[in-house]
């Protein structure tokens, strides 16, 4: 998985309360489990206290309350959230003020499952605290009541009408600047120039969205994302386009429900499809995706019936190479996970003659006792494509050594060669080994590798915990191919794009530059050997097409990124906080003029995925 950040906690461990540094001076914040919570929880009001709800929300984003008990604040229960490791309920004040800026919603946190239920009108004392739900990732904070003691004055009252969001009053600039230290926490918000101030103006209130397109699928925490601002880049398939760092796409929100999936399914939906009517709850904010629409009462699901695509059929005089991150494939995984890569490689890809592969893990997957050889993860998968109907595909890799490649720790993710020996020939070199950097031989027509497989200067920094290209040379109807297989750093530890840090760091940017440097060193090399040298460079490079790092790789124009010359609503391979974004590349050297290149959205925008990653196809005629 290369989703940024890196694979993400089970979201039912429990919240802790945190700050920066700057702020502790005005916070005081406590981590409250449950036990606790409860036992320390204030008094509930008799009275109605001297503060409103914005008041304690303020005009930025820390309350000026912050750190503060509160006593007899009141509001109406506008949703209440039972289960999870955030349970609590939001009140708003139905007497708004005349400041924009000033959210009349705040999320009250019981740790316990609330009392309260919608509509009731209540009276609330406890501590204000700022929640950041992820600190280090640069999150922002949630303004929230905790230890909260409450009093209820009256049930079935009517709620407040909710603000509908839409394309209508989403700002069309994403963020403001930041502030002398870099974030945006005491900046004043300005709700009618930029989109997050707009949302966290918002926070804790009752928000609606109508007729929405899914942008993203429902996943695995049954969550989705919707498009409230029309204008976004629309993909050909639905989709919002992330086409630059400088123009987020502002009208992107995530959709979740208030009451658990036991009690109320959640609708399962692929990109396109639409949530129709009125979808109204709270809105929130959430580590792994930013303002959050928590719905207490969902739109009706229409079904757009999205299709997996095909790729067109090759000719016989066409060489085929693909590649597929195949999402940390063991021979642990269920039967069916197998099968369906499989189909996806006969059916979708039909069949390509060279397949290269990203996260095979080795033969015991996550156990982590020292096992570095896969030989059984690729022979399961060579036999499910072999009964899914395609070819006896041979293979080649190289082990790494065990743990110096980064992944899911005990797993040793590799890249492999998939290739059918009735269509093309491997040409093996020995020498290839996890610590041996594969050199170039020779020049003119007899340039070579000095080892196939080999790895691209295993021992440089740029590849420390992280995966090194794997190279091979082949041969098509007697014509030589360069081929390398690529799995770039990921983008953990980067802020997001709606993080309290503007412009967000995108630290790990810094070592896949390293990476493309390296590798555009080595496809130089072989192009200096043989200017009319056929290189295919190609995998999940965890970047997108505008970055410096690919800058980086087609530097001198050794190598041309295929993904370009796609027309601009198809170039996506990935679907991440509702942006569909490229992360998977084919890029060719200049001598391979001939390159029919295609995306084959299988995966990343279905509710039901084989992997997070839509393969690649090119047919190229050496």
Known sequence: MTTAPAPRPRRALLRAALIPASLAASLVLVPLPVATAA?????????????????????????????KPVTGVPGIVTGVRAY???????????????????????????????????????????????????LGGGSQSLTEISAPGI????????????VVVDTRNIPGTYAPPAGADGSIDGVK??????????????????????????????????????????????SKRGGVLYESYREPNVGRLMIQQQAAVSQQPFPVANV??????????????????????????????KDNHL??????????????????????????NPDAKFAELAQGVVTNLRSPDIVALEEIQDNNGAKNDGTVDASQ???????AIKAAGGPAYDWRSVDPQDGKDGGEPGGNIRQVFLFNPQRVSFTDIPGGTATTAVGVTGTGASTALTASPGRIEPNDEAWTNSRKPLVGQFSFRGKKVFVIANHFNSKGGDQGIDSRFQQPTRSSEVQRIKQATVEQAFVAQLLAADKEAKVVSLGDFNDYQFSPALAALTKGGVLRDLVNELPETE??????????????????????GYAKYDVVHINAEFAQQASDHDPQVVRIKP
Do not use: C
């Open 377 to 383: 993860t690729v022979a399961k998968f060579v036999a």
């Open 307 to 332: 299709q997996r695509e095909v790729t067109a059929q090759a000719t016989d005089r066409e060489l085929t190479l693909a590649t597929y991150n195949v999402e940390n494939l063991a021979p642990g």
């Open 151 to 162: 009093t209820v004055l009256s049930a079935g009252n009517p709620l407040p009408a909710p």
């Open 39 to 67: 036992s320390t929880a204030t008094p509930a009001p008799t009275e109605v206290g001297p503060l409103r709800i914005h008041d304690i929300q303020g005009n930025t984003r820390i309350s000026p309350q912050a750190g």
């Open 571 to 592: 170039q996506y391979s990935y679907v991440y906080q509702g942006n569909s974004q490229v992360l998977d590349h084919i890029l060719v050297s200049p001598e391979v």
């Open 84 to 134: 999870g490791s955030s349970k609590g309920f939001w009140i708003q004040d139905p007497n708004p003020d005349a400041d924009p800026a000033t959210s009349e919603g705040v999320f009250v946190f019981t740790g316990g499952n609330p009392t309260v239920k919608v509509g009731d009108s209540v009276l609330v004392s406890g501590k204000v605290t700022e929640y950041y739900p992820n």
């Open 189 to 234: 918000l300005d709700p009618e120039k930029y989109t997050l101030d707009f949302y966290e103006s918002l926070e804790g209130m009752l928000v609606q969205v109508k007729d929405v397109r899914v942008i993203q699928a429902t996943d695995k925490y049954n969550e989705l994302w919707v498009a409230a601002d029309k204008q976004d880049q629309r």
């Open 272 to 301: 396109g499809d639409e949530l129709t009517g009125a979808t109204t709850g709270p809105l929130d904010y959430n580590n792994f995706g930013g303002y959050t629409l928590v719905a207490g009462t969902m739109g009706t699901l």
